[in-house]
């Protein structure tokens, strides 16, 4: 018995070491991400005792800002498009599978309800 037990860990630990490397083997490849945007952030708010000439250049900064970052925000929604796209497929396809696998569980219910009540 105590030969087992010495034994024991020197087999189950190659074995255990195999199975977790083939675990992480299998792990899915990472999804591709976005890049992220190249917009310059504005400087803070001046202040309301800033001049008239500074608001209207940090109103315009903050402009920019947006702006960019509205283009940087359609631009990814479209590259993201043909994914959604193809997704969608998959999408309706389970969809449809599970209200027909739902009409059929209701309708056997249905049939039990009938054939318990003689």
């Not at 105590?2 to 087999?11: C, N």
Request: net charge positive; with cysteine; charged share 20%.
């Amino acid at each position: 018995m105590s030969l087992l037990r010495r034994i024991l860990p020197l087999v189950l630990a190659p074995a255990l070491a195999a199975l977790s490397a083939v675990a992480v083997a299998q792990t899915p490849p990472a999804l591709p991400t976005a890049p992220k945007h190249t917009c310059t952030k504005p400087p803070e708010h001046p202040g309301r005792l800033a001049s008239d000439a500074m608001l209207r250049t940090w109103t315009r900064s903050v402009n920019n800002y947006l702006g960019c970052l509205k283009t940087y925000i359609a631009e990814t929604q479209a590259a993201a498009k043909p994914y959604q796209d193809a997704a969608k497929v998959y999408i309706d396809a389970t969809n449809a599978a599970i209200e027909e696998f739902n009409a059929s569980a209701k309708l056997y219910t249905e049939q039990q309800e009938k054939g318990g009540a003689n």
